[in-house]
């Protein structure tokens, strides 16, 4: 009965999220003024698109179960737009397997950091005093090795596998959301809207999540998005240094780990997967920094 | 004018709230003794710091950290609040004592609309799960503090309101669940007067209305003479005089109470100079023994300095906390307070 009650005013405030949903809906009208916002969204917009439809792609198969000594290292050619590597794999249908594995493991990362970061900041910074001590100092622990160092550290003690990798560079980047939240929940709480709804009767909990976190949306998007592209370039590191991404599986890092010993003879085997890297990256980067100025009301009118 | 069988829905006894700093302790609120009756429009009037706010903020157990209350109680409808858990507590605010605050524009949340905010407190308190139920209810209070257009206003954001709208949503999230006690602090204070009247008059005819009671805190008498129907006046943490509006704006007793009638202009008398309360406010670190008011007062005697006045009855209703009006030291003689009236 009890649990049914709860239930029942928990559904009630997503629905009453409305204003939140209109939120999102604002921020993408804004956004579509917004230059950099559309450049970056086209961009990953393709890329989630050629990720998602890879296997059904009329494009070779990624990965071969033999060397074709005949088709080894070709350069690029109406049959093999980016050429093939040192076994005869095609290189242009691995860059797009590849961003299959790149954008999984940055976007799963990402959202797991998120979860951690969301929580434990907003816990911090809603209740403050010991609770905030002993999670903040946690935060300032992680956020004072660098994140790449803290992930290498952890994926080699891992081992290499696609979960280690989202695992490791969870576990580095998280800090950054838990400041951001600790932040901006400490503002939020002096807030006289929060010291309104407990006057009226709302519980902690209820302040936290329905109060609290949606008035930080705006910086979390705008982080979130500059995070993936951080995310893909620590996935691409690590596979690059070989602690990432297995080396069966088609990945960014993993290919340009390759080419690099090809260098010399065949530039485009590192070429392509290095500038597709370079694109996504620029994308998530171009959509963050865009996004900012939407979501920034200081900014609002300047840029039209 | 007020009967004496009025029932008492608020019973403050020997209130003290104090904050236990690490440099030492201030004392907010120093034994504060109030009343508030059934269907009566209470004005609490003071300076800054004197523990308007801090008093409601007891009463609701809502005092900021590292603040306590630390001895005394409160009784409303005969339950003890100091003794009651948080749950218990938290199921009383909003639904039976309800509080409104000084500025409108930062107490609503920014991005949820009106209707979703009134929408949460109502289905919280009152259990109403079904959306069109709830819809009607919200269209019904935001009609109560005459809102035009609630059909719209609904929909619409805080930032899109303006001060005096963004106030009657206040209202209607206060009164939304027919709270028994209405705590209004300081209302008016970020709205400019013309709107400042229309919501007074609103708080007025809705408190009327409902039944319920309220308690208005406010650094402006002429306020308070509009709206309540009795007075509390209060300085550095204590009571100095409570009275009927109408008595004690005729016959104020106490030195400090006759000092803010004196300071606050009056319409059509000249005046090059507004006449001013000598002195500023005592330390609230530091305990003093006799009456708080003493080194701004032009009565004080040595008495005053060692013996804390206790609360004297010179009208039916009328307490004032002076010496000045009985030589005795401190009297025991505290029930006077309660059921004087």
Avoid at chain 1, 149 to 165: H, R
Wanted: hydrophobic letters at 45%.
């Amino acid at each position: 009965m009890i649990l049914r009650k709860q239930l029942n005013n928990f559904v009630l405030s997503w629905r009453n999220s409305r204003g939140f949903k209109r939120t999102i809906l604002d921020v993408v009208v804004r956004g579509s003024r917004n230059p950099m916002v559309v450049i970056g969204g086209t961009i990953i917009i393709i890329m989630v698109a050629l990720a998602i439809l890879a296997p059904i792609l009329p494009i070779a198969d990624p990965t071969l179960p033999e060397i074709r000594v005949e088709e080894r290292l070709l350069p690029p050619s109406e049959r093999h737009w980016f050429g093939t590597d040192n076994i005869g794999q095609d290189v242009f249908s691995r860059v797009i397997w590849g961003t299959r594995v790149s954008l999984t493991v940055a976007s799963l990362a990402i959202s797991f950091s998120l979860l951690i970061g969301v929580v434990l900041g907003l816990t911090a910074g809603y209740f403050g005093g010991k609770v905030d001590y002993i999670i903040a100092g946690t935060i300032d622990l992680f956020w004072t090795f660098p994140a790449f160092l803290l992930a290498l550290a952890f994926a080699a003690a891992l081992g290499a596998s696609l979960f280690n990798v989202i695992l490791a560079i969870s576990i580095s980047y998280w800090a950054g959301f838990g400041r951001l939240m600790r932040g901006q929940a400490l503002t939020i709480r002096e807030r006289q809207f929060v010291e309104a709804s407990r006057a009226l009767g709302a519980k902690n909990w209820r302040i936290m999540f329905t109060h609290v976190l949606p008035n930080c949306t705006a910086p979390l998007i705008v982080w979130a998005s500059i995070g993936v592209a951080d995310a893909i370039t620590i996935e691409s590191s690590l596979s690059f240094l070989g602690a990432g991404t297995p080396p069966s599986t088609p990945s960014w890092g993993n290919m340009l780990n390759l080419g690099m010993q090809f260098i010399g003879e065949a530039w485009w085997v590192p070429t392509f997967p290095g500038v597709v890297l370079l694109i996504t990256v620029l994308g998530f980067n171009l959509l963050g920094d865009g996004l900012r100025d939407v979501l920034d009301p200081r900014m609002k009118g300047m840029r039209r | 004018m007020m009967s004496q069988q009025r029932k008492p829905i608020v019973e403050i006894k020997g209130l003290r709230t104090q904050f236990l700093l690490r440099e030492g302790t201030v004392t907010a609120l120093d034994g504060i003794d109030l009343t508030i009756y059934e269907n009566e429009s209470l004005g609490i009037v003071g300076e800054t710091g004197c523990g308007k706010s801090m008093t409601a903020f007891s009463i609701l157990r809502l005092v900021p950290s590292p603040g306590k209350i630390t001895a005394g109680s409160i009784r409303f409808k005969g339950v003890e609040l100091t003794k009651l858990t948080e749950d218990e507590m938290r199921s009383i605010r909003g639904r039976l004592i309800s509080m409104i605050f000084q500025d409108p524009s930062t107490a609503l949340d920014p991005v949820f609309t009106i209707g979703s905010q009134l929408g949460e407190v109502i289905s919280l308190h009152q259990q109403i799960y079904d959306q069109r139920a709830l819809k009607k209810k919200i269209l019904e209070v935001l009609r109560l503090v005459r809102i035009a257009a609630p059909e719209s206003v609904v929909k619409q954001y805080p930032h899109e309101l303006s001060g005096g709208m963004k106030q009657r949503v206040m209202i209607a999230l206060a009164l939304s669940c027919d709270p028994s006690l209405l705590i209004a602090d300081e209302p008016t204070t970020a709205l400019d007067v013309t709107i400042q009247a229309q919501v007074l008059r609103l708080l007025r005819d809705l408190v009327n209305k409902t039944g319920s009671s309220m308690m208005l805190i406010t650094h402006n008498l002429g306020i308070v003479a509009e709206t309540c129907d009795r007075v509390c006046i209060m300085y550095a943490g204590r009571i100095v005089e409570i009275a009927e509006t109408f008595e004690l704006f005729e016959k104020p007793q106490h030195p400090y109470t006759k000092g803010l009638l004196t300071a606050f202009p009056k319409l059509g008398e000249k005046k090059d100079e507004l006449s001013v309360i000598r002195g500023t406010v005592p330390n609230l670190m530091k305990p003093f023994p006799g009456c708080s008011f003493v080194d701004r007062c032009d009565y004080a005697t040595d008495e005053c300095r060692r013996v804390r006045p206790g609360m004297v009855e010179v009208a039916p209703g009328h307490l004032v906390s002076c010496h000045l009006y009985r030589g005795g030291g401190e009297t025991a003689d505290i029930r006077g307070t309660g059921t004087g009236m």
